[in-house]
């Protein structure tokens, strides 16, 4: 079983606006609702994939509520924890004419101590069952830092893999506690080690430093340019086919279900092909978190290999 643990769920509005700008009222006939926070993305496409997943963290609220339905309607089984506050709303606009991008993103709402209490207890229940534990996304209010480091380290006192997909310094702290794999992107990786790099080959050096910090597993997506990795202590550039993109978001988020469920077979070289595959077929999409498994298997074939 897989486990997906999102501690600041949100429901995700996207709306497609041609030629958006600010001061200016847009209306739109193309949009939609998910359940969203980068923890659910990873549900969904395991579900997707066919996977048994379990979804968990903290959810209040009306958007509460609505994820609630969410993940019985896609038959994803539900282990969030209830709290008092509202779960956030997050909003995409996505102009297809000037090909950008705009999300508007919430904080959160500020979580008390009896229910951190309430979650972790659950969280040591669900992790004895799990084969693979992924953390995504951002914390919210009330949470330190180093939450993740915590939840980290108590999975691997029972010798479970864990993918941690988060940022900042989030990041920064969760990597102390050494989990199986890591996948910033590249805006993160910089912020990470305040390096600059400009193509495939100049990420070795950070592959390296992820490396020595314990990182058994380290990645870096690099968007249209595919990833790089460190597998076995040799450099590897995976290159993507060209396709015509719908939506970008969520696609890290199917990276990393794809490699949960890769690592339950242990093949390193198949897992990040089958993350690879899913993060690209997600992008055909306007919601987020979703794949088709026809078009992973095409993309996964497509993904081409090639040593640094």
């Known amino acids: 079983m897989i486990l997906s643990v999102t501690m600041n769920p949100s429901q995700d509005k996207v709306y497609i606006v041609n030629d958006f700008s600010i001061q200016n009222v847009h209306r739109t006939n193309e949009y939609t609702a998910t359940a969203g926070g980068k923890g659910l993305n990873v549900a969904r496409v395991v579900k997707s994939l066919d996977k048994d997943i379990v979804a968990t963290g903290l959810l209040g609220g009306l958007s509460g509520t609505f994820i609630d339905n969410s993940?019985?309607?896609?038959?994803?089984?539900?282990?969030?924890?209830?709290i008092s506050g509202e779960t956030r709303t997050c909003i995409n606009i996505i102009d297809h004419k000037n090909t950008t991008t705009t999300e508007i993103l919430e904080a959160g709402p500020e979580i008390k101590k009896s229910e951190i209490k309430r979650f972790i207890n659950r969280?040591?229940?669900?992790?004895?069952?799990?084969?693979?534990?992924t953390l995504s996304g951002s914390l919210p209010r009330g949470l330190n830092n180093n939450f993740y480091f915590e939840l980290i380290d108590h999975a691997k006192k029972l010798d479970?893999?864990?993918?941690?997909?988060?940022?900042?310094?989030?990041?920064k702290e969760g990597i102390k506690g050494k989990p199986f794999m890591v996948k910033p992107n590249?805006?993160?990786i910089k912020e990470l080690f305040g390096e600059k790099y400009k193509k495939p080959s100049d990420y070795t050096n950070a592959l390296e430093k992820l490396k020595e910090l314990?990182?058994?597993?380290?990645?870096?997506?690099?968007?249209?340019?595919?990833?790089v990795g460190m597998i076995r202590d040799k450099y590897y550039h995976f290159k993507l086919p060209e396709i015509e993109v719908v939506n970008t978001v969520g696609s890290g988020d199917a990276f990393v279900a794809g490699c949960a469920?890769?690592?339950q077979k242990n093949n390193i070289f198949?897992?990040?092909k089958l993350g690879m595959a899913c993060g690209t077929a997600n992008t055909l999409f306007i919601k987020t978190g979703k794949?088709?498994?026809q078009k992973v298997n095409q993309f996964r074939d497509e993904i081409e290999v090639v040593q640094i």
């Open 71 to 82: 993940l019985k309607e896609y038959q994803i089984k539900n282990e969030f924890v209830k």
């Open 123 to 133: 969280y040591k229940k669900l992790v004895k069952k799990a084969d693979i534990i």
């Open 160 to 171: 479970k893999k864990v993918i941690l997909d988060t940022s900042g310094q989030y990041l």
């Open 186 to 188: 590249e805006d993160e």
């Open 214 to 227: 314990g990182i058994k597993l380290p990645i870096i997506t690099l968007g249209k340019n595919g990833a």
């Open 261 to 263: 469920v890769g690592l």
């Open 270 to 272: 198949d897992t990040i």
């Open 291 to 293: 794949v088709t498994k």
